[in-house]
């Protein structure tokens, strides 16, 4: 044992610094605080029904009617038992403070990832404090994103049990990357996982054509082959979620178009426009090595203080009152969009710094690492930057646009940067280890040193002293911005530009300050490289030394957009969302299942109404294409009435706009959970149902495609006058309902039409339904007295997680036998 301590002395010490500076960045969770994180409370409330239920029954529901009418539970919170890598994600997420776990993983995971690189341990921390501490990846953490940085936190650990693979450790490497790929697909963000998989296909191609030259191509395939059968266990573990969630995207606005009128050439995917919304400015490149080159944050935060130029030419118009000033720099900041950031995203939260110190020995990486891995690094970077820019350099975008599959049905497409983030310190790394181990003459390496620093340092200061030479710091749109500023100033176009000027000024001072930055660690990075490589310096000493200057460079400007003014105490971000008195008011109604529309927010865009009731609207990037449709065309313009009493909407939450008060009204027509209809009338198609629907009586006529006109008999149809139909126990995912007719009638159930998995029971015997009103369903009931269920039995989840199972116990039994074989290696050796 004390042998073990001796040996991994140094990798203990490096894992306890690891904490260390994790804890003391976020050192509000020693206090029992949380972050703020808009999306998490966004989360909290769209979990809203399933965790009252869970609680209640053990079990949280596969389905929610608490937003957009019902949806199933999938990409909200869903239980997968079976699925070994949901204990390894609750051991990060659960056992350790919101975000403690999940930094720590971006550092442990890219540690193993250069250790396995063979790099020096204090060097392979800095590279490690690097990747972590990328601003993107706080960014994320700030904002909520936790899913999507939990997934980016396996991108290292993945690749290092591949690169284990590939050197012929072929149990131990295969059998840690299933397990990493594994908790990277239970991540359930699928769009980063896409791009890590775009990169490691860029890995193979390289593999491959290295493996041709050296002829090494059975070694490889061998490797191959151990690698596939990594991903098959891997998928087998994630059985259960990749099936519903493949199954349930083909009917989401990810899916085809229902409508003739709004399909695309492909008929598939997302909208071009909506894709590329959030593309990377190609200048915005160069926030990578100067933070805020762009303004950083679209924020008016330096603006509104009183050194900023902005305040100083606004508060001549307010009279130098420091509040009416601050309001007014806020005001315009909202209004005409004149914020710090000036870039061509709708908003941001913040840019992509990679640090200019490893920007710098990425450079220098470029010109001296020999390995094979600096070509997929390099092909990867170029690649994958040219995809960031989106609808700013399309002949690539377009490309994967159109032909690649699966890749449109992204957006944000400048979130693929985050695998850049990764390469960029690699390669920087492996520059350090080719200077350690002296294959380089030391003058040639001091050569190409001062090159490297002389490119992205030179550039730097030349921002810095001259940076109008490079950027405009003004938006695409500056002079509208200037001319709507003018009107509002009531055509005083002098002191518009003043303003307009003032704020170019304050974007510019910006820059500046952060390049003069850059350029000054750049020059503390070349001479503690240069101090090593000359022999000048101990190189543990300056493996440490730079380390921490790698970790002072990011932390100062990871700082800026997560610090300790982003937490709050737990209790306050449990009870975030508080009830008003039109809320109470609605919550004593005790009727299990109606719904409410919140004219007060923007609600078909926000979770906050879920919090509290059943909702029209919602907050979520994977709605049910249909009732997409539904809202584009029935709430866009105007508000359908009809539509409303169909999704039995009992009370409409609107504001006065004068006084802010809220007011509740009680929508008396509305259907209510099921109800007989006398007429069916059928439609050839989407746009008929569609139609048909923006002006009709929902209590008197079913609007029913035509193809299902082989489950309705009408001429046996009554009126469903003489007869009752009632909701008479409520659960998401198992509805129960009496019904009596003296003849067959209709019936018409205000629930969310999804056929992938709700089966319907008449006394216990299985039955068909149909869609009817474009998103509700229905169903021809013979006469009498009965009982009725729907019940939400998706095999996509029961079967799944039977295969989920049996992954997991192959994956376990695979790194039993994966260390054992390690261990017989290692005695072996030393025998």
Known sequence: MNNWFNKNGIHLAIIAIFVVITFAYFSPVLQGKAPAQSDVLQSQAMQKEIMDFK???????????????????????????????????????????????????????SYFLFIVLRINPWLAAAGAIAF?????????????????????????????????????????????????????????????TYYLFLAILVF???????????????????????????????????????????????????????????????????????????????????????????????????????????????????????????QAILSLGQQLNMQQYWGEKPFTQGGYYFGAIICFLFVFGLFIVRSPLKWWILFTTILFILLSYGKNFPYISDIFFNYFPLYNKF????????????????????????????????????????????????????????????????????????QALTQSLQNNASIAQKIANALVDDRISIARTDAFRSFFFILAG??????????????????????????????????????NNNFESKSSLETYFQPRDVDNFILADKD????????????????????????????????????????????????????LDMLNTKYIISQDPQNGSYKM???????????????????????????????????????????????????????GQEGFIKLTNYNPDHLTYEYSSAKDVVAVFSEIYYDKGWKMFIDGVEKPYFRADYVLRAAQLEAGNHKLEFIFHPASYYTGEQISL????????????GIYLENKKKKAVKA
């Open 806 to 817: 049996a992954g997991t116990v192959l994956l376990l039994a695979g790194l039993a036998f």
């Open 204 to 326: 193979v191609l390289v593999e491959i054509y290295q493996a041709y030259k050296t002829k090494t191509l059975s070694a490889l395939g061998k490797a191959f082959g151990f690698l596939a059968l990594s991903i098959v266990i891997a998928v087998m573990i994630n059985a259960s979620l990749l099936w519903s969630t493949a199954e349930y995207a083909k009917e989401t606005n990810r899916g085809k178009s229902n409508l003739t009128s709004t399909a695309t050439a492909k008929d598939a995917g997302m909208s071009k426009e909506y894709a590329y919304q959030w593309s990377q400015g190609v200048g915005e490149s160069f926030t990578f090595l100067i933070p805020d080159l762009y303004g950083g944050a679209t924020s008016s935060e330096v603006l509104v203080k009183p050194e900023s130029n902005m305040y100083k030419a606004v508060s001549e118009i307010t009279g130098g009152d420091e509040n009416q000033t601050k």
């Open 526 to 563: 070349f001479g503690i490289v240069w101090a090593f490589i000359t022999k000048k310096m101990n190189m543990q000493f300056a493996f440490g030394l730079l380390a921490l200057a790698v970790l002072v460079d990011m932390w100062q400007i990871d700082k800026r957009y997560l610090n």
């Open 55 to 109: 609680e209640k029954d053990g079990k949280g529901p596969l389905w929610t009617n608490q937003m957009f009418g019902g949806m199933p539970a999938y990409q909200i919170w869903v239980q997968y038992a079976y699925n070994g890598a949901t204990y390894g994600i609750a051991i990060i997420t659960k056992a350790l403070p919101n975000p403690v776990g999940t930094v720590l993983l971006l550092l442990f995971g």
């Open 665 to 719: 009204e009680r929508n008396a027509s509305a259907a209510g959970n099921a109800w007989f209809v006398p007429s069916v009338q059928f439609a050839k198609n989407a746009d008929e149902e569609m139609k048909a629907i923006s002006s009709f009586d929902p209590k008197k006529e079913a609007i029913v495609d035509e193809s299902y006109k082989g489950l309705i008999d009408t001429k046996r149809l009554g009126s």
């Open 132 to 192: 972590t501490f990328t601003t993107y990846n706080f960014v994320l953490i700030a904002s909520g994103h936790s899913s999507k940085a939990l997934a980016i936190g396996f991108f290292a650990p993945i690749i290092a049990g591949i690169i284990l693979t590939l050197r012929g450790r072929y149990w131990y490497g295969a059998s840690l990357t299933a397990l990493f790929l594994a908790l990277e697909i239970r991540t359930n963000h699928v769009q980063m």
């Open 411 to 482: 957006r944000a497409v400048e979130s693929i940067l985050a695998v850049v983030g990764l390469m960029v310190p690699v390669l920087a790394l492996l520059a350090l280890k080719e200077a350690q181990e002296g294959n380089i003459d030391q003058k040639v390496l001091v050569k190409k040193l001062t090159w490297s620093a002389g490119l992205t340092g030179g550039f730097a200061l030349l921002v810095g002293i001259a940076p109008t030479l490079f950027f405009s710091f003004k938006a695409s749109n500056h002079l509208e911005i200037v």
């Open 592 to 643: 299990p299942n109606f719904r409410v529309y919140d004219q007060s927010v923007n609600t078909f865009n926000t979770a906050s109404t879920s919090a509290f009731h059943k909702t029209i609207g919602g907050y979520h990037a994977a709605k049910l294409k249909r009732y997409d449709e539904l809202i584009q065309n029935q709430f866009a313009k105007s508000i359908n009435h009809d539509v």
